[in-house]
């Protein structure tokens, strides 16, 4: 059995330091312990306008559709991007950061196996004409996260499928 606990004990406050009279189960809410007549240390009315400008030097003066975001990590992989006009939710680059290309995987574009009218497969031969045809492109993923992102093409071009865009 535990001894009981003179009751001048329970009444004071927990983790109180010297001198402090502030009982924290008395507290409505974290607000209370806010001192709002002192300009907190760390703010800075002008950081927004620094951030513009560095973010206008990373753009050399260019327009962009969108920042796009990792999904997983949130990092930051392109700030200087295009908007497919048919697909609003893939975006097309040729400036990223925080991206690597797997250079060794190769995706080919049309790479589904076609069937003749009698429902059999295709000539082998035919079908690798057909493969070697369509586009080659590399997977792109997020360096921080290794996320697949996108993929890169034959003409040194992002294509962003798997981001999040944010107004830029």
């Not at 306008?49 to 997983?72: H, I, Y």
């Amino acid at each position: 059995m535990e001894p009981e606990k003179p009751e001048a004990a329970a009444k004071q406050p927990m983790d109180a330091e010297v001198g402090d009279t502030l009982d924290p189960r008395e507290l409505v809410s974290s607000d209370d312990e806010i001192d709002y007549s002192v300009e907190p240390e760390f703010y800075d009315p002008d950081l927004d306008d620094v951030d513009e400008r560095w973010m206008n030097r990373q753009r050399k003066g260019r327009t962009s559709d969108a920042v796009l975001s990792c999904p997983a990590c949130f990092t930051t992989l392109c700030v200087d991007c295009q908007r497919h006009e048919k697909y609003v939710n893939q975006y097309r680059a040729m400036f990223v950061r925080n991206c690597k290309v797997k250079t060794d995987q190769i995706l080919r574009e049309g790479k589904s196996k076609r069937k003749n009218r009698k429902g059999k497969a295709a000539d082998p031969s035919t079908a690798s004409e057909a493969e070697s045809k369509g586009q080659a492109y590399h997977p792109v993923c997020c360096e921080v996260c290794s996320t697949e992102v996108g993929v890169f093409d034959e003409d040194e071009v992002y294509h962003f499928f798997n981001v999040i865009p944010s107004n830029s």
